[in-house]
């Protein structure tokens, strides 16, 4: 069959996830992975008695079409030796030598495996504190964060990539102000992204102009104080210069825990859009809405996105028992929540596609209609599996366990992901983002560039009678497509990109997609490199306010290297 696949997407795959044999020659087209993966976890079904073969070709059916994309890890370990599927982990790490090597030596499994990880730190007693069995001083959060990461830089994660961390300290921890600065130093914990935990109670503090109090995890008590304009400020101060950390606000994630008598959250994965409980995977997948237009009316296809919706659930849950998970708790709880993550990628092209500007209060109101439906179909199929193959184990205890609500399949159904590489697979824009750049160079797979070219611009100057190859080459060769006399201004606004868009409406962006988001929303907030310190301030407050679970800015330039450079001068 035809399979449409970008220059890009090509590379990406054959460097990445289709299959080599021992000399390293590729060995598998996309259409053998896509139908590899359709058939093994297809083969799910036989523990329910259903008929794998009817589900394969479904399966295959939105894989192939690029309507639909697991992780990158079901794409590519399933139906292979590694058969994990799951893209991150939480690992607790408790405050005892013994906890801290063994979540060591569990992370190097995960990241041989093809996964990521996420940790808190906030158990571990800060420096100069005293331990006991030595009579000695502990050397805090910090250090033992410089251990993980050397043990990411030692571990090549399955055969292709180092692995990514998150690394969390609640801002009541009486290290925060080292781990706010630790990587002041560019070469410092280059295998982590760091978030900081902010309570309520900070929050507070904040908006009031004082104190707050620190606590000793390992005692419980208080142990200073320090100003929360004073600590917030730094925040801001390390993000607007690097990017780092983010905010998580952890007491709006845990009040919107489906299983508290299991777990608290304390952490989340690398890019900060799942909460997760010590020892849980996530499981996500993500439905490309570029692919969703329909007629020349440039409506959304409701129904056909319903049946993907659907069979996207089906396939998360079929995951989950396919997977062969690295450590043992991690297969427990994994089974014992069914937590997924079925999410969007592809939603500026949808935009562009409906003839709408990214940032608009229409785009708002699309976002959060469009996530209301994905939401409400999802636990409506979590419903029909649950009364089918049974509720998840650990449904007693948790919020779903109250008078008149029906059981359902798992505790969480959606989560929108970043979606990097598979938004290349896919061929749309990643995630929720806005267009990045039209013409921009993308760095994946240890320094390969990729250069890539917005297709819509073509697509969209043909349907409205502005198409030239000069505008085409204005545009590859960095121009803006503002500069052209020969684009009305209509066209010009649906192109709009990241550095157009205020942080005000990158949040509210954000804030629309998370009112119907069970797990969070990974957005960064991109600025400009003439942004400031305010901005930024401005940007984590008003996430607070809108109800988000969880912040990262960027602004451009900040880091030696990132991920996308685009070719305009003023923002390389």
Known sequence: MDIFLSPGALTVLERRYLKKDRSGTVIETPEDMFRRVAKNIAEAEN??????????????????????????????????????????????????????????????????????????????????????????????????????????????????????????????????????????DPGELNNFNISVAVTDRFMEALEKGGDYELVNPRTGKASGSLNAKKVFDMIVEEAWKSGEPGVLFIDRINRANPTPHVGEFEATNPCGEQPLLGYEPCNLGSINLSRFVKGKRREIDLARLEETVRLGVRFLDNVIDMSRYPVEDIDRLAKGNRKIGLGVMGFADLLVRLRVRYGSIESFKIAEDLMGSISRIAWDESR???????????????????????????????????????????????????????????????????????????????????????????????????ERTDVPEKVKGLFITAFDIGPEEHIRMQAAFQKHTDNAVSKTINMAPEATKEDVAKAYLLAYRLGCKGVTVYRSGTRAEQVLTCKSPLYC
């Open 47 to 184: 523990l329910y008695g259903k008929e794998a073969s009817k589900y394969e070709e479904a399966f295959f059916g939105i894989l192939s079409s690029l309507e639909f994309l697991p992780n990158s890890p079901t794409l590519m370990n399933a139906g292979r030796r590694l058969q994990q599927l799951a893209a991150c982990f939480v690992l607790p790490v408790e405050d005892s030598l013994d906890s801290i090597f063994e979540s060591v030596k569990e992370t190097a499994i995960i990241h041989q495996s093809g996964g990521g990880t996420g940790f808190s730190f906030s158990r571990l007693r800060p420096s100069d504190d005293i331990v006991g069995s030595t009579g000695g001083v502990a050397s805090g959060p910090v250090s033992f964060m410089r251990v993980f990461n050397a043990a990411t830089e030692a571990i090549k994660q399955g055969g292709t990539r180092r692995g990514a961390n998150m690394g969390v300290l609640r801002v009541d921890h009486p290290d925060i102000i080292s781990f706010i600065t630790a990587k002041e």
């Open 384 to 482: 029909r599996l649950a009364a089918v193959r049974g509720p998840f184990p650990n449904i007693k205890g948790s919020v779903f366990d109250r008078p008149g609500l029906s059981p359902v399949r798992h505790a969480t159904t959606t989560t929108v992901a970043p979606t990097g590489t598979l938004s290349i697979i896919a061929g749309c824009s990643s995630g929720i983002e806005p267009f990045y750049s039209l013409s921009y160079t993308r760095q994946v797979l240890n320094g390969v560039n990729i250069p890539e070219l917005n297709p819509l611009v073509r697509e969209v100057a043909l349907e409205e009678g502005c198409f030239s190859e000069e505008l085409i080459e204005h545009i590859k060769n960095g121009g803006a497509i503002k």
